[in-house]
């Protein structure tokens, strides 16, 4: 029987809290597991940023990573390393670079997923090219924006195809509004998209592996508040779709780590963003649900370097094109994309492994998230985000947001 440390790699970025966090419970967990015969320890590390040959061994078995999807050397450095040394890192750089809301929203409307009714629009200005005349010239049509806007129906949402953090997102309730925005929108490609308007309920459902945590979200409230601290506030069906639609996407564009964004109308689920390859990590908007990610974050790593899963770079689409072509409920289409999906991450053995060799994880994440190290991970996070004057108060808020979590799971 061997001895083996398996290393865990940090790719970060700005973060500060998670890794702390993430650092400090894996050392108190203190782990040495058995695996095929192996006595497995782990260890964790920040990795640097530095020029590297190519042909140079890769010392991490797993990556969890921050920056590929806008730092490009750790990109290439994580691409060689999938493709030299059979890395295993989250999320693909692949599909990040590759898929954004544009691609998801094609490939779950071919899955049947109610996605709202969305159109793209060839941008307003361009940056010049010596071929941008001609071709604008020859083959750029004229188009009734205003037409477009008549069938989608109002309200409806300009937003960027390939989009993130609210940048450019409007909401455009008549033509006049909707030609303004277009105007102001410059070179970016947009997609108009039909309003899920009346929802009720707005659902952040956040993937890690086969883990998955519901958030209600309220997006017009402020930053620290838009995750709300409810919970058990779905029915089962609802817990069932959403959850079974996080794990398909997650598995159709093989990503670990990913938030999915859902909004209840007449009792149907509609997804609208679901492209998130870096998932929002921070105490600061998390609080309440941070201690689940740190846990589920430490699960699936330690799961993926304990059993060497291996990093499936090639996607296999076809599959799920099959289901998508019978003549069938999307319900059952979606019980059999979540049968692939759940296969995909390798559901029962990640469930068996935890409850085998990680089940002393709640409680010890249960007394660490009560520890000067949490409170003191939350302050650095804290000073870097808020103004001098703040720092105390947005401490504290979601210092007692964490303790609320912790009497709540004492008592349950
Ligand atoms: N089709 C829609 N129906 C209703 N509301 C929408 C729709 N599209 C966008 N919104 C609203 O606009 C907000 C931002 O849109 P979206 O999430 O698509 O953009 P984003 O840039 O990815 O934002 P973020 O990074 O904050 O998630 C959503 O949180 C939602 O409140
Ligand atoms: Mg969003």
């Not at 969890?64 to 890192?89: C, F, G, N, P, Q």
């Not at 490609?189 to 459902?205: G, I, N, Y």
Request: aromatic share 14%; net charge negative.
């Amino acid at each position: 029987m061997a001895n083996v440390t398996r290393h865990i790699g940090l790719s970060l970025g700005a973060d500060i809290c998670w890794p702390i966090c993430y650092e400090a419970l894996l050392k108190k967990l203190d782990l040495s597991i058995s695996v095929d015969g192996n006595t497995q320890r782990f260890e964790v590390e920040r990795m640097g940023i530095e020029p590297f040959d190519l042909r140079q061994p890769v010392k991490y078995d797993v990556v969890i990573d921050r920056l590929t999807h806008w730092y490009h050397t750790s990109r290439e450095w994580i691409k060689k390393a999938i493709l030299t040394d059979d890395l295993y890192v989250f999320n693909n750089p692949w599909s990040l670079q590759s898929m954004e809301k544009h691609t998801t929203y094609c490939a779950m409307m071919r899955l049947g997923f109610p996605i709202p009714e969305t159109w793209m629009v060839p941008p307003k200005n361009y940056i010049e090219s010596p071929d941008l005349q001609p071709t604008l010239r020859n083959y750029a049509k004229l188009f009734n924006l205003a037409e477009i806007g008549d069938r989608i129906g109002y309200p409806l949402f300009m937003k960027p195809y390939d989009g993130g953090a609210w940048v450019g997102v409007t909401a455009i309730h008549d033509r006049e509004s909707l030609h303004a925005a277009y105007n102001q929108s410059g070179t970016r490609v947009m997609h108009l998209q039909e309003a899920v308007d009346p929802h009720d309920m707005f659902v952040r459902c956040v993937g890690l592996g086969p883990q998955w945590r519901f958030v209600n979200y309220d997006p017009a409230a402020p930053l620290h508040d838009r995750y709300q601290m409810d919970s058990d506030f779905l029915s089962d069906y609802d817990e069932a779709t959403l959850s079974k639609m996080t794990m398909v996407i997650n598995a159709f564009f093989g990503w670990d780590f990913n938030s999915c964004e859902a909004l209840r109308s007449n009792s149907v689920w509609r997804p609208i963003d679901f492209a998130n390859g870096c998932p929002d990590s921070q105490v600061t908007s998390l609080h309440y649900h941070f201690p689940w990610l740190i846990k589920a974050n430490l699960r699936w790593s330690i799961f993926c370097a304990a059993t060497d899963r291996s990093m499936h770079a090639n996607l296999n689409w076809g599959q799920y094109f099959k289901i998508a072509a019978k003549d069938i409920s999307f319900d059952e289409k979606l019980e059999a994309y979540a049968k692939i999906a759940f296969d995909y991450f390798d559901y029962d053995r990640f469930s068996e492994f935890c409850e085998r060799h990680l089940a002393h994880l709640d409680e010890v994440a249960l007394e660490f998230f009560g520890s000067d190290v949490v409170k003191d991970a939350i302050r650095q996070k804290v000073e870097a985000l808020y103004p001098p004057h703040e720092i105390e108060e947005f401490t504290e808020l979601f210092w007692t947001r964490i303790q609320t979590w912790r009497e709540q799971q004492d008592a349950a």
